[in-house]
């Protein structure tokens, strides 16, 4: 036995608009058996799967274009309108679990649009919730990863920014700060969800109180990539993982002090599950 000592932080694990669509979502599961999800419900593959066996269905865009008469979940992540207009032709009763946080912020960028502003959204191309953003804009706004996507000599020289709501903090700051720096009026929307992005100050905190530290996460999620780093950051002995099997004895010494953790959508009972295996160690 090498007599770990396993803590878990309880910081970590789902934010309030996944448990929000998760809780919906097993709602309807006992009542009828089964329901339909636009995309993924949350970025982790082993929690898919435990809903999955209850009866949850997942499909895409192209799927849902032929189905009628259904319920669909509308996950955390949000839609862009053209989903909507297709409920109504389709006969389809919508189950909108989408984020406060991200409702709040497509209703700001419409407004935005509808006053024809020139709207830059710092986000990650193709991401569920870009995509509803961009929808908001009629896919007009600008969406970017990183400032040197961007031609500062020929932006427009006043613009509005919003962010898309788990990006970093400092970084959006650092890119608004950059955009002033090269004469640009900046319309700064600052839409992060505290909730997320406070995740990162409390895990540089919690990494370093650790001989070594399992960060648990599904490989779909950026915000887990993220976390991931700035754990690997504070302290260099983190290791990732997708479920309890991917740990092994070879990263531990006897009473290591190890500290579990993971992504906004990672759910509790899976860092549960590796810390028994890490107890059986």
Not at 161 to 179: G, P
């Amino acid at each position: 036995m090498m007599n770990l000592q396993v803590h878990i932080d309880q910081h970590s694990g789902f934010c309030f608009g996944v448990v929000y669509a998760i809780e919906m979502a097993e709602e309807i599961l006992d009542e009828q058996g089964y329901l339909y999800c636009l995309g993924d419900i949350v970025h982790n593959d082993e929690e898919v799967n435990r809903l999955s066996k209850k009866g949850l269905k997942i499909i895409n865009h192209e799927e849902l274009v032929s189905l009628y008469d259904e319920k669909i979940l509308i996950r955390a992540h949000g839609e862009p309108p053209s989903t909507y207009e297709l409920a109504i032709k389709n006969n389809l009763t919508l189950i909108d679990a989408s984020c406060p946080v991200v409702l709040k912020l497509q209703n700001r960028i419409k407004n935005s649009f509808d006053k024809d502003e020139s709207i830059f959204i710092y986000g990650k191309h193709g991401h569920a919730e870009v995509v509803g953003l961009l929808g908001q804009t009629n896919n007009k706004a600008v969406v970017f990863q990183d400032i040197n996507e961007l031609d500062l000599n020929t932006l427009p020289r006043n613009l509005t920014l919003y962010s898309q709501t788990t990006k970093s903090t400092d970084k959006f700051y650092e890119i608004n700060q950059i955009l002033k720096d090269n004469g640009i009026t900046v319309n700064t929307n600052d839409t992060i969800c505290r909730q997320v992005s406070n995740r990162d100050k409390e895990l540089r905190a919690f990494a370093e109180k650790f001989d070594k530290i399992v960060f648990v996460s599904g490989t779909k999620s950026s915000n887990g990539k993220v976390l991931y780093n700035v754990c690997k950051e504070k302290n260099p002995n983190t290791y990732f993982v997708s479920n309890a099997d991917q740990v092994s004895t070879s990263w531990f010494s006897p009473n290591d002090k190890v500290g579990i953790c993971g992504a906004t959508s990672t759910p509790m009972w899976l860092m549960e599950q590796v810390k028994s295996k890490l107890d059986k160690f």
